[in-house]
């Protein structure tokens, strides 16, 4: 039976070469790209628009959004660290509370007053309303 020598002088040689230009290659001293390299990476200019922007909402009724009292108790529960989720909380707190868009209530014109308040203030110039009987669960509103 032959046996192979692994290691002759030529087997030797070549790993102590390799190994040479793979150190060698790894310089402590090479940093890499710089950001500043990027051709992405430049001052975007300020531009004032010459005329005033409309700006719009789609404003219609989500739903419920399947968020039941027990998921609605969740999202409003106070921090408590020893609770099995204590990370489940909320960061704010809804302004309004929980209320239904429900147009037979007398209170929902209160609601819509308080949307259209907020948005004025945001600067929304229009809202983009569904059509009247809609039912906007079903369906996109915009088609």
């Not at 002759?8 to 790209?33: E, F, M, R």
């Not at 628009?49 to 700006?55: L, Q």
């Not at 399947?66 to 489940?88: F, H, M, T, W």
Request: hydrophobic share 35%; glycine share 10%; net charge negative.
């Amino acid at each position: 039976m032959k046996k192979y020598k692994i290691f002759n002088k030529t087997g030797l040689a070549i790993c102590l070469t390799l190994g040479l230009v793979a150190g060698s290659a790894c310089s402590p001293t090479d940093d890499g790209p710089s950001i500043d390299d990027h051709f992405l990476n430049y001052e975007i200019p300020q531009i004032r628009p010459s005329s005033d922007i409309p700006v719009g909402a789609i404003y219609w009724n989500l739903g419920s959004t399947g968020v039941d009292e027990k998921k609605y108790a969740r999202l409003i529960g106070e921090y408590n660290q020893s609770g099995q989720y204590p990370q489940l909380c909320p960061n704010v707190r809804p302004v309004l509370g929980r209320y239904s868009m429900d147009i037979n209530k007398a209170e929902t014109a209160d609601l819509i007053q308080q949307h259209l308040t907020w948005a004025n203030n945001a600067g929304i110039n229009f809202l983009i309303l569904p059509n009247i009987g809609l039912d906007t669960s079903k369906g996109d509103l915009l088609n």
